[in-house]
């Protein structure tokens, strides 16, 4: 049994580019991502049912700095490159202090994907997708540049051109936060952006649980939504450079039996991975 506060703002599949560039989020429902993927309908949540087992195997992060031990997860990196989808090799998650003042600047290895999980073709469909919501994002955002540069006179600035939209570095994140310990925290780290182009988050399940509610607000004013995701596989998409993001603690629906959260997310950059150095 699960609890939910408010219900997501839904958006329809034709509208996800307009309503992320005009207010810097989307969430849409399982039937509209399977629009979003072009398959018939119902196909998409069967795929994403067997998914769904991998979740059951995630090993513990073993770096969380509030001693916690309610999270586990996996990691993996791509690159995505007009219709091609590329496992890049393995390497360390790492986000600067500007971005994560609790795990920034640290390098944290954690084991990979599923090797099951990844050879799945609505996997790689699911990454093509959204680089291309990355995409039309950029597109949009730089047409307000492209539009007072030309007014301006003169040649046109190349920040001010529409760039390049691919390739796209892609980190891909399995989490499962749980309440063994009596409450989970899926963003321990607080409000906060990623330092990436856009941000992906995926429901998979919701069990035993109360609490999880996603907040999102204008990283440059007050305003802001509240909603709780509480429907597998409903999907938010994020412009990290325009809103910041948290989702609330959780903590079990009965006593003495353990639930969890489980989510899918997923950050592409222009640019290549963030990284050290």
């Not at 001693?67 to 993996?76: A, E, L, P």
């Not at 890049?88 to 795990?103: S, T």
Request: hydrophobic share 40%; proline share 8%.
């Amino acid at each position: 049994m699960s609890i939910a506060t408010m219900t997501p703002p839904l958006t329809a599949a034709a509208d996800v580019d307009e309503a992320l560039a005009r207010r810097g989020f989307a969430v849409i429902d399982a039937g509209q991502l399977e629009v979003l993927l072009g398959v018939l309908p119902g196909v998409g949540e069967r795929a994403f049912a067997h998914w769904s087992a991998s979740w059951n195997q995630l090993p513990p992060d073993n770096y969380l700095r509030d001693g916690g031990r309610y999270r586990q997860r996996r990691h993996g990196s791509f690159v995505v490159d007009g219709d091609s989808v590329a496992a890049a090799p393995h390497r360390a998650h790492w986000q600067p202090v500007e971005y994560n003042a609790l795990h920034g600047g640290l390098e944290r290895w954690f084991q990979p994907l599923d090797s099951g999980l990844v050879a799945e073709p609505l996997w790689s469909r699911l990454l093509l997708v959204l680089a291309q919501r990355a995409s039309a994002l950029r597109a949009a955002q730089a047409t307000p540049r492209l539009r007072s540069a030309t007014t301006a006179g003169g040649d046109v600035p190349p920040s001010a051109r529409p760039s390049r939209e691919q390739p796209w570095y892609v980190e891909a994140h399995q989490f499962r936060i749980d309440t063994a310990g009596g409450i989970g925290r899926p963003t321990p780290e607080g409000a906060h952006r990623d330092g990436v182009d856009m941000v992906a988050v995926m429901l998979v399940s919701r069990v035993g649980i109360k609490g999880g509610e996603t907040r999102v607000f204008d990283a440059a004013g007050p305003s802001g939504l509240r909603f709780t995701m509480d429907r597998p596989w409903q999907l938010l998409l994020l412009d990290d450079a325009r809103v910041i993001h948290e989702t609330t603690p959780i903590q079990p629906v009965e006593v003495n039996r353990v639930g969890h959260r489980d989510t899918l997310v997923v950050t592409l950059r222009a640019g290549g991975f963030l990284g050290p150095s």
